[in-house]
């Protein structure tokens, strides 16, 4: 690793007030993402400010018909809670105990890991983001693999998940990493269903159209029957092939819709 | 350089680290105690799991400075006071739960981890909790094996 300072605030405003003085400066979550990165020199920040001791980022509480998640909140702590029963179980299926232990949805979501699961239940639910500055929906979030509308030194301070009427996540685990091969993420809220594949494209995570119209029809895995997604644009790897993802998303949309059934 | 101060298996202890210094590499290097191995260095193994606050963590994926202030415990606080081996310690022996024992370190903490949270564990919740550590040796059913008898289950044998 290159050499850097470590600074630990308290205070949201004080950790932007580090961010602008130090060009260069990176925000700490978890570390479950950035340090692999930093010990190949990927990155070579000139401070990294953890956001570990700021209470403003912590926490998960029920507001009206949301759910409203600190965005240092960990892995584990999500896992736990429980209010909305296809992001908690997302949450417990990601790596192992130690890396739920330390990785936040922050962190995650800031991340945008094409293969990462978070993104599919923040677009898969119609998550808001929530940034010092702004609000994004997540369906301005997310615009291609690695990469999100966050600017340069915006912190994500909370996502705002709407509480479905159904959901469920189903992941095909790559078994070394437990990443999804293909994971898919489908919900049925206020009348609207998305379906949100992550795993699979290029680009990252994606909504799934077809399948929306067919389960807003009939929420129902029969109604995806004969649909199936153009294996152009998927991910190729020594662990599929960009058809073998495309044929997954079919069944793993199958599998959630009778889960969240 | 910064000091940084915390409590390892009960002992406080503050040592100077710089900002990059990794928790694995303060208990080993900075405190001399290198009972924490590092396998992978790449937060794939479970080799240098630790309990930061009472929680699994991979201490090669963490670093120091954010374990300022915590309760840190590693596989030398697994002992019983006089020295002997504590009770999962035993078990692995027992029921020949290492071969060459390089894994062992993190194989110990995430299993107390895990007895911690959960008394009686069953086989498949032994087996998903264990996904992030590796063995090269045992085939991973003795260690199973193990972990049963420290939580005083025996393992179900398979019908002949
Ligand atoms: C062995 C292993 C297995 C894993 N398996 C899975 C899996 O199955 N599924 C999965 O989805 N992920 C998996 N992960 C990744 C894991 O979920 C990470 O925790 C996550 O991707 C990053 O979160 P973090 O808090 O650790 O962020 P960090 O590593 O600290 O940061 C990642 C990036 O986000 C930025 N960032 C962090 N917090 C914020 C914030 N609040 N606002 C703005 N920017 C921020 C950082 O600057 C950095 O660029 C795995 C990781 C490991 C090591
Ligand atoms: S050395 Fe830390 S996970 Fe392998
Ligand atoms: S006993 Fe040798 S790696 Fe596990």
């Known amino acids: ?261 | 350089m910064t000091q940084v101060s915390m409590t390892v298996n009960g002992k406080a202890v503050s040592v100077e680290a710089e900002g990059n210094t990794l928790l694995s590499t303060f208990l080993r290097e900075g405190l001399g105690m290198t009972g924490t191995h590092v396998g992978c260095d790449t937060s794939q193994c479970g080799v240098c799991v630790v309990h930061v606050n009472g929680r699994p963590v991979k201490s090669c994926n963490m670093f120091a400075a954010e374990a300022e202030g915590a309760e840190v415990a590693t596989i030398e606080g697994m002992a019983n006071e006089d020295g002997s081996l504590g009770v999962i310690q035993q078990a692995f022996q027992d029921n020949h739960g290492l071969q060459c024992g390089f894994c062992t370190p993190g194989m110990v903490m995430s299993a107390a981890a895990l007895l911690a949270e959960n008394p009686k564990p069953s086989e498949a919740e032994i087996r998903a909790y264990l996904s992030g550590n590796l063995c090269r040796c045992t085939g991973y059913h003795n260690i199973i094996k193990s972990i049963l008898a420290a939580s005083g289950q025996e393992m179900k044998v398979a019908a002949e």
């Open chain 1, 1 to 261: 690793m290159y050499a850097f300072d470590i600074k630990r605030p308290s205070k949201l405003k004080k950790a932007r007030k580090i961010l602008k003085k130090n060009e260069g400066a990176q925000v700490l979550g978890g570390g479950q993402t950035l340090i692999p990165t930093l010990k190949q020199r990927l990155a070579a920040p000139s401070a990294l400010v953890s956001l570990a001791r700021i209470d403003e980022l912590k926490g998960i509480r029920q507001k009206g018909d949301e759910l409203i998640i600190g965005a240092a909140s960990t892995h584990e702590e999500v896992a736990a809670d429980g209010t909305i029963a296809a992001l908690s179980s997302l949450a417990g299926g990601i790596g192992d105990p130690a890396v739920r232990a330390r990785g936040t949805i922050g962190g995650s979501l800031a991340n945008n890991d094409p293969s990462a699961c978070y993104p599919a239940a923040a677009l898969g639910l119609c998550a808001t983001i929530v940034t010092n500055k702004r609000k994004i929906s997540a369906d301005e979030f997310f615009t291609g693999l690695f990469e999100t509308a966050l600017r340069d030194g915006e912190i994500i301070k909370a996502v705002n998940f709407p509480i479905p009427e159904a959901a469920a996540y189903e992941k095909f685990d790559q078994p070394a990493s437990r990443f999804a091969l293909v994971g898919v993420f489908v919900s049925q809220c206020k009348g609207d269903v998305r379906v949100a594949v992550t795993g699979a494209s290029e680009d990252g995570v994606f909504r799934w159209a077809d399948a929306e119209a067919a389960l807003a029809e009939n929420f129902n895995p029969a109604a995806l029957e004969g649909l199936s997604v153009d294996p152009a644009g998927m991910i190729a790897d020594i662990h599929g092939s960009p058809e073998y993802r495309a044929h997954l998303i079919g069944v793993m949309a199958k599998r959630a819709v009778a889960a969240a059934g």
